[in-house]
Structure formats: C-alpha cells, structure tokens
T-cell receptor
Framework: ELKVEQNPLFLSMQEGKNYTIYCNYS?????LYWYRQDPGKSLESLFV?????AVKQEGRLMASLDTKARLSTLHITAAVHDLSATYFC??????????FGKGTRLHILP | DTEVTQTPKHLVMGMTNKKSLKCEQH?????MYWYKQKAKKPPELMFV???????INESVPSRFSPECPNSSLLNLHLHALQPEDSALYLC???????????FGQGTRLTVV
C-alpha cells in the first residue's frame, strides 16, 4: 500500500527566507503532484512531475522529483506572505488512485 | 472554460433528509472524482468515474450514491447521513485517469 509522507507538517517562517518541503513515498510511482490549498478553499494544482530528475518552477516555488529516492521537494525562495497556505503532495499508486500526503501548513510571517 | 463548478457551496441537512451535490466541467475531461476532506486533513478519495462508468469505490457507505449522467456532470446523492459525514466535498476532473486533476471549489456539508 502506497504511503505518502510530508515533512514538516507545519512551518512558520519569516518573509524573505528560503525553505524546503519534503515528500517521500513508499512504492514506485510515475507521477507526483503538488497542490496548494488556502483555508476554506479548494485545491489549486501547482506542479505535475512525470519523470526522474524533473524540475519545474513557477515564481518563488520550485518542485523536483527523484524517483529513485522516491522523494520530491518543494523549494520556496524568498518567501512572501501570499505563499501562506497548506501544500499537499500527491502520488499515483498504480491502481488508478491518487494518494495525498498529510499536507504542510505554511505560515509566513511579515 | 477551465473550471470545475460545484453546487451548492454550502449545505446543511438533517439526518433524515435526501440531498444531492452537483459537479460540472466542460473541459472534455473523461475522469471525474469525489473527495471528502475533513478540517486540517488531506482529501480522501471516495469515487472515480472514467468514461462515465464507476471505476473506483473506496468502500464508501451506501448512504453516499454517485451518479454520472453524462461526461460533463457528476452527482453525489446523499441520504440518511450522520453528523460525522460533515466535511468539505470536493469534485475533481482530469483528462484521463492519473493525469492532472482540477478541483472544484467544494461543497461544505453540515449534517445536523
């Protein structure tokens, strides 16, 4: 059974700082997704990572995938308050299901 | 149109009521999903429809009954729910199974 673990689960950081969220998964998978969720809102797709070594960047966020290590990272550069949200990684389990991590609640202090 | 639209946005229902949640997309996506999300928890998959046929039911109680009338619509019929069923219900769609999913805004359901 596929397990997806994120860490940290909660992160409070100052504006302007850099930080990384980690997503580990337990079995082989072809796809990894990163989503953002604001409180009381739906999920917004950020990145889809399809192959080993894939790196995608959008603004201050950069996601990468290492399928051999079964690890994805979401790196935040020079954080700004608007990035405060919960970030989920999700992995497909080869049985047509996408399994979500528990989420990382990111709080950026002005 | 790149949206997944869910109605209603909020719903309060009694334990003896029957209600339905609706989801619509016009992106030509052939896979549609229902997720349940409790506060501060990740979304939990309930049902997956692929080409209008139910392909995954994650052992969801029968008081939740999905329906896919056509490729653009997905319903979730609710009957005899329990207070613990209160949650945010999210609909999503994707081009196919296991491609990038786009989520609707959700229906916040409260069972009293």
């Amino acid at each position: 059974e596929l397990k997806v673990e994120q860490n940290p689960l909660f992160l409070s950081m100052q504006e302007g700082k850099n930080y990384t969220i980690y997503c580990n998964y337990s079995t082989t998978s072809d796809r990894l997704y990163w989503y953002r969720q604001d409180p009381g809102k739906s999920l917004e797709s950020l990145f889809v990572l399809l192959s080993n070594g894939a790196v995608k960047q959008e603004g201050r966020l950069m996601a990468s995938l290492d399928t051999k290590a079964r690890l994805s990272t979401l790196h935040i550069t020079a954080a700004v308050h608007d990035l405060s949200a919960t970030y989920f990684c999700a992995v497909d389990d080869q049985d047509d299901k996408i399994i979500f991590g528990k989420g990382t609640r990111l709080h950026i202090l002005p | 149109d790149t949206e997944v639209t869910q109605t209603p946005k909020h719903l309060v229902m009694g334990m003896t009521n029957k209600k339905s949640l609706k989801c619509e997309q016009h992106m030509g996506h052939r896979a549609m999903y229902w997720y349940k999300q409790k506060a501060k928890k990740p979304p939990e998959l309930m049902f997956v429809y692929s080409y209008e046929k139910l392909s995954i039911n994650e052992s969801v109680p029968s008081r939740f009954s999905p329906e896919c009338p056509n490729s653009s619509l997905l319903n979730l019929h609710l009957h005899a729910l329990q207070p613990e069923d209160s949650a945010l219900y999210l609909c999503a769609s994707s081009r196919g199974i296991l491609t990038e999913a786009f989520f609707g805004q959700g229906t916040r359901l409260t069972v009293v």
